[in-house]
């Protein structure tokens, strides 16, 4: 193997992708690349990666693999939708490879998915060469901006259900979502009762993104009750934290039925993941 002279990439024989991790790196064997692109905001590349299948890379992450996506999308919709007695009308933000949206679609009670992703060109790459999700769908409006900007301007009916869906990174094109003010903007145009989902980052290591236990001081001064949940992904190689945060609910529930379908989430899988580890709780302050 050619020791890569890039802070990460393909080496130089294209059959090794590079990617940074916490102390070193972790290296995927490549079967062929799909798609290289330098988009405005980001590099994407789309890989064939030997034991995962397609993946999505941003920047160098791993964003998404083929053999395992259904744990991160299943887990980041569902407790939240869950939670809200008739979700109605869901923003993403974050359409990505839409697969959230396939799992907000699951739910009949939903009338109106508006998708806001600043990236035009991964939305578009991802449905030629990671499946087709029914972005199409008549249900779904897609809106091309920063979503921040998109809130700031919103002035419509009020979202049920909000699902922040964006990258890691906190100087990249995710950097206006993490802070205070995105959330007290996002909190503007929510309904109450109203729920918001938020994909929480490694739940041990702030290098690198925005940091769980940051994230969950900032949404606990928006939102209450806000509840933390983990799970190990297998393609990120890390336990990755989301939040579910309520606006004029008590708990999470469950109001509503499990959809069918689903190959990761269910009810015993959902007490699990809520329950924290002691380490986990001391980092929240959680007692």
């Not at 990460?8 to 102390?23: E, F, H, N, R, T």
């Not at 869950?82 to 009949?108: D, F, M, N, Q």
């Not at 906190?170 to 993490?178: E, K, N, Y």
């Not at 069918?260 to 899988?269: C, M, P, S």
Request: hydrophobic fraction near 40%; proline fraction near 6%.
């Amino acid at each position: 193997m050619e020791e890569t002279k890039q802070r990460w990439g393909l080496d130089p024989s294209g059959k090794w992708y590079w990617m940074p991790d916490v102390g070193g790196y972790r290296v995927y064997q490549v079967k062929s690349v799909l798609a290289a692109r330098q988009t405005p905001y980001q590099k994407l590349e789309i890989m064939d990666i030997e034991g995962w299948g397609r993946c999505l890379f941003l920047d160098g992450d791993i964003q998404s693999a083929e053999m395992d996506e259904f744990i991160y999308h299943e887990l980041l919709v569902h407790p939240g939708m869950l939670a809200h007695p008739a979700p109605r009308r869901v923003l993403i933000c974050g359409t990505g490879e839409g697969k959230v949206v396939r799992e907000v679609l699951r739910y009949s009670s939903v009338s109106q998915v508006v998708a806001v992703d600043i990236d035009r060109e991964v939305v578009e790459l991802c449905q030629e060469y990671l499946g087709r999700t029914p972005l199409d769908d008549p249900r779904v409006e897609l809106v091309f901006t920063d979503v921040a900007r998109f809130l700031q301007d919103y002035q419509g009916e009020p979202f049920d259900v909000a699902i922040v869906d964006v990258t890691d990174d906190v100087v990249g094109p995710a950097s206006t979502v993490h802070n205070l003010g995105f959330y007290q903007l996002l909190d503007r145009a929510l309904a109450s009762p109203g729920v918001v989902a938020v994909q929480g980052t490694s739940a041990f290591s702030g290098l690198r993104s925005a940091g769980f236990d940051h994230l969950y001081r900032l949404l606990c001064q928006v939102f209450s009750p806000v509840f933390p949940y983990a799970e190990y992904v297998p393609s990120f190689e890390d336990l990755w934290g989301f939040f579910v945060c309520l606006k004029g609910l008590p708990d999470l529930g469950p109001r509503g039925k499990l959809p069918a379908g689903l190959k990761y989430y269910d009810a015993e899988t959902h007490r699990r993941v809520f329950s924290l580890s002691k380490l986990l709780r001391n980092k929240l302050g959680i007692e």
